[in-house]
Protein backbone atom coordinates (compact mmCIF):
# COMPACT_ATOMS: atom_id res chain seq x y z
CA UNK A 1 0.00 0.00 0.00
CA UNK A 2 3.04 2.78 0.97
CA UNK A 3 4.68 1.49 -2.87
CA UNK A 4 1.26 2.82 -4.78
CA UNK A 5 0.55 5.88 -2.30
CA UNK A 6 4.24 7.33 -2.66
CA UNK A 7 3.61 6.43 -6.45
CA UNK A 8 0.53 8.27 -6.88
CA UNK A 9 2.97 11.13 -5.18
CA UNK A 10 5.85 10.89 -7.51
CA UNK A 11 3.89 11.00 -10.15
CA UNK A 12 1.26 13.73 -9.50
CA UNK A 13 4.43 16.08 -8.23
CA UNK A 14 7.04 15.09 -10.91
CA UNK A 15 4.38 15.12 -14.15
CA UNK A 16 5.65 18.46 -15.32
CA UNK A 17 9.25 17.64 -14.64
CA UNK A 18 9.11 14.48 -16.45
CA UNK A 19 7.66 15.84 -19.89
CA UNK A 20 10.25 18.48 -19.93
CA UNK A 21 12.88 15.92 -19.39
CA UNK A 22 11.37 13.09 -21.72
CA UNK A 23 8.22 14.66 -23.42
CA UNK A 24 7.74 11.12 -24.18
CA UNK A 25 6.14 9.93 -27.64
CA UNK A 26 4.12 6.38 -26.87
CA UNK A 27 3.85 4.49 -29.99
CA UNK A 28 1.41 0.49 -29.74
CA UNK A 29 2.08 -2.42 -31.98
CA UNK A 30 -1.81 -2.73 -31.64
CA UNK A 31 -3.36 -0.69 -29.16
CA UNK A 32 -6.20 -2.83 -28.68
CA UNK A 33 -4.46 -5.81 -27.37
CA UNK A 34 -2.03 -3.75 -25.36
CA UNK A 35 -2.41 -0.13 -24.28
CA UNK A 36 -0.34 1.53 -21.61
CA UNK A 37 -3.48 0.24 -19.56
CA UNK A 38 -2.42 -3.16 -17.96
CA UNK A 39 -4.88 -5.28 -16.60
CA UNK A 40 -3.22 -7.79 -14.03
CA UNK A 41 0.13 -9.21 -13.16
CA UNK A 42 2.85 -9.06 -15.95
CA UNK A 43 6.40 -8.74 -16.64
CA UNK A 44 7.73 -5.55 -18.38
CA UNK A 45 10.78 -6.13 -20.36
CA UNK A 46 12.97 -3.86 -21.93
CA UNK A 47 15.97 -2.75 -23.70
CA UNK A 48 18.07 -0.43 -21.41
CA UNK A 49 19.68 2.15 -22.65
CA UNK A 50 20.01 5.02 -19.29
CA UNK A 51 19.75 5.01 -15.58
CA UNK A 52 16.71 6.77 -16.53
CA UNK A 53 14.60 4.11 -18.36
CA UNK A 54 12.85 3.77 -14.92
CA UNK A 55 12.04 7.06 -14.97
CA UNK A 56 10.44 6.89 -18.39
CA UNK A 57 7.97 4.06 -17.82
CA UNK A 58 6.42 4.72 -14.56
CA UNK A 59 4.75 7.84 -16.78
CA UNK A 60 3.99 5.43 -19.67
CA UNK A 61 2.10 3.15 -17.13
CA UNK A 62 1.10 5.92 -15.14
CA UNK A 63 -2.22 3.55 -13.50
CA UNK A 64 0.12 1.05 -12.21
CA UNK A 65 3.11 0.46 -9.63
CA UNK A 66 6.12 -0.61 -11.39
CA UNK A 67 8.42 -2.39 -9.39
CA UNK A 68 11.64 -2.70 -11.63
CA UNK A 69 14.58 -5.21 -10.98
CA UNK A 70 17.88 -2.69 -10.73
CA UNK A 71 21.61 -3.18 -9.42
CA UNK A 72 22.66 -2.61 -5.94
CA UNK A 73 24.89 0.24 -7.42
CA UNK A 74 21.95 2.57 -7.91
CA UNK A 75 21.15 1.86 -3.97
CA UNK A 76 24.73 3.18 -3.03
CA UNK A 77 23.71 6.42 -2.63
CA UNK A 78 21.73 7.20 0.10
CA UNK A 79 19.33 10.14 -1.67
CA UNK A 80 18.65 7.98 -4.55
CA UNK A 81 18.49 4.92 -2.39
CA UNK A 82 15.94 6.14 -0.01
CA UNK A 83 13.74 7.37 -3.53
CA UNK A 84 14.01 3.64 -5.01
CA UNK A 85 12.82 1.59 -1.95
CA UNK A 86 10.02 4.36 -1.88
CA UNK A 87 8.61 3.68 -5.28
CA UNK A 88 9.38 -0.09 -4.82
CA UNK A 89 13.21 -1.21 -6.24
CA UNK A 90 13.61 -4.23 -6.26
CA UNK A 91 17.55 -4.60 -5.58
CA UNK A 92 19.62 -7.22 -7.49
CA UNK A 93 22.83 -7.99 -6.05
CA UNK A 94 24.55 -9.03 -9.71
CA UNK A 95 27.69 -10.50 -7.82
CA UNK A 96 26.20 -12.53 -5.38
CA UNK A 97 24.38 -15.19 -7.16
CA UNK A 98 21.21 -14.57 -4.94
CA UNK A 99 17.85 -15.54 -5.84
CA UNK A 100 16.33 -13.24 -3.20
CA UNK A 101 15.20 -10.58 -5.89
CA UNK A 102 13.62 -13.58 -8.29
CA UNK A 103 11.53 -14.70 -5.25
CA UNK A 104 10.69 -10.89 -3.90
CA UNK A 105 9.66 -10.75 -7.77
CA UNK A 106 7.74 -13.33 -7.94
CA UNK A 107 5.70 -12.93 -4.91
CA UNK A 108 4.78 -9.17 -6.09
CA UNK A 109 3.35 -11.27 -9.29
CA UNK A 110 1.12 -13.53 -7.41
CA UNK A 111 -0.83 -10.85 -6.13
CA UNK A 112 -1.32 -8.98 -8.86
CA UNK A 113 1.49 -6.99 -9.06
CA UNK A 114 3.77 -5.59 -12.29
CA UNK A 115 7.67 -6.15 -12.24
CA UNK A 116 9.76 -4.65 -14.83
CA UNK A 117 13.25 -6.28 -15.94
CA UNK A 118 16.19 -5.15 -18.10
CA UNK A 119 17.44 -8.26 -19.17
CA UNK A 120 20.46 -6.93 -20.60
CA UNK A 121 21.71 -6.95 -17.23
CA UNK A 122 23.79 -3.22 -17.14
CA UNK A 123 23.61 -1.17 -19.83
CA UNK A 124 25.71 -1.74 -23.16
CA UNK A 125 29.23 -0.01 -23.55
CA UNK A 126 30.06 2.23 -26.54
CA UNK A 127 31.88 -0.26 -28.46
CA UNK A 128 28.89 -3.23 -28.06
CA UNK A 129 25.61 -3.66 -30.07
CA UNK A 130 22.48 -3.29 -28.42
CA UNK A 131 20.78 -5.23 -27.44
CA UNK A 132 22.76 -7.36 -25.08
CA UNK A 133 22.44 -11.10 -24.76
CA UNK A 134 19.43 -11.45 -22.19
CA UNK A 135 20.32 -12.83 -19.06
CA UNK A 136 17.47 -15.82 -17.89
CA UNK A 137 15.86 -14.37 -15.39
CA UNK A 138 13.19 -12.33 -16.80
CA UNK A 139 12.18 -15.68 -18.54
CA UNK A 140 12.04 -18.06 -15.61
CA UNK A 141 9.98 -15.77 -13.62
CA UNK A 142 7.46 -15.50 -16.68
CA UNK A 143 7.26 -19.86 -16.68
CA UNK A 144 7.23 -20.01 -12.88
CA UNK A 145 4.74 -17.27 -12.53
CA UNK A 146 2.50 -17.67 -15.67
CA UNK A 147 1.90 -14.23 -16.20
CA UNK A 148 1.83 -12.59 -19.49
CA UNK A 149 5.60 -10.56 -20.59
CA UNK A 150 5.06 -6.68 -22.04
CA UNK A 151 7.89 -6.11 -23.97
CA UNK A 152 8.86 -2.36 -24.36
CA UNK A 153 11.32 -0.47 -26.48
CA UNK A 154 12.72 3.18 -25.64
CA UNK A 155 15.26 5.40 -28.04
CA UNK A 156 17.03 6.35 -25.00
CA UNK A 157 16.76 10.46 -26.26
CA UNK A 158 15.97 12.26 -22.65
CA UNK A 159 16.81 15.41 -22.34
CA UNK A 160 17.63 16.78 -24.97
CA UNK A 161 15.00 19.56 -26.20
CA UNK A 162 15.33 19.41 -29.86
CA UNK A 163 14.31 15.36 -30.13
CA UNK A 164 11.47 13.53 -28.11
CA UNK A 165 12.20 10.08 -26.04
CA UNK A 166 10.10 7.80 -28.52
CA UNK A 167 8.45 4.10 -26.32
CA UNK A 168 7.09 1.65 -28.82
CA UNK A 169 4.85 -1.22 -26.46
CA UNK A 170 4.79 -4.26 -28.00
CA UNK A 171 1.84 -7.00 -27.69
CA UNK A 172 2.27 -9.42 -24.48
CA UNK A 173 4.29 -13.05 -25.05
CA UNK A 174 2.30 -15.88 -22.94
CA UNK A 175 4.58 -18.19 -21.52
CA UNK A 176 2.37 -20.63 -21.96
CA UNK A 177 3.40 -21.17 -25.61
CA UNK A 178 6.47 -22.53 -24.05
CA UNK A 179 5.26 -24.63 -21.47
CA UNK A 180 6.76 -28.58 -21.63
CA UNK A 181 8.75 -31.40 -20.19
CA UNK A 182 12.27 -29.62 -20.49
CA UNK A 183 12.22 -26.64 -18.27
CA UNK A 184 15.82 -25.03 -19.30
CA UNK A 185 14.58 -25.67 -23.01
CA UNK A 186 12.14 -23.80 -21.94
CA UNK A 187 13.68 -21.11 -20.15
CA UNK A 188 16.21 -21.09 -23.25
CA UNK A 189 13.24 -20.17 -25.55
CA UNK A 190 10.86 -17.79 -24.23
CA UNK A 191 14.53 -15.71 -23.47
CA UNK A 192 15.22 -16.12 -27.44
CA UNK A 193 11.87 -14.66 -28.17
CA UNK A 194 12.05 -11.88 -25.42
CA UNK A 195 14.79 -10.22 -27.32
CA UNK A 196 13.77 -10.75 -30.63
CA UNK A 197 10.49 -9.01 -29.84
CA UNK A 198 12.65 -6.22 -28.53
CA UNK A 199 15.22 -6.34 -31.92
CA UNK A 200 11.48 -6.07 -33.41
CA UNK A 201 10.31 -3.71 -31.96
CA UNK A 202 13.42 -1.39 -32.29
CA UNK A 203 13.17 -1.82 -35.92
CA UNK A 204 9.19 -0.64 -36.26
CA UNK A 205 10.07 2.27 -34.56
CA UNK A 206 12.94 3.39 -36.27
CA UNK A 207 11.13 2.79 -39.21
CA UNK A 208 8.07 4.96 -37.95
CA UNK A 209 10.48 7.94 -36.56
CA UNK A 210 12.13 7.83 -40.01
CA UNK A 211 8.92 8.09 -41.57
CA UNK A 212 7.55 11.29 -39.26
Given at each position: ????I??????I????LQ??C??T?IH??D?S???????????I????TSV?D??????V?P??TLR??????L??K?P?N?????L???R?????H???????????????????????????????????????G??Y?????????????TN?SY??P?????V?????I???????E??????EA??T????????LEKE????I???
Open positions: MFYCFNWFFKTAWFWIFRKYIKVQSRRIRGAAIISNHFYGVYIFFLRVLMAEVFEKLLLLKAGGIVNRDASMSSMFKAEKILKKGGVVGIFPEGRLPLKTETPPLPFKIAALALASGVPVIPVYGFNKKRAHIIGTPDPADFNGNSRKNILNAMRESIIALHERGKG
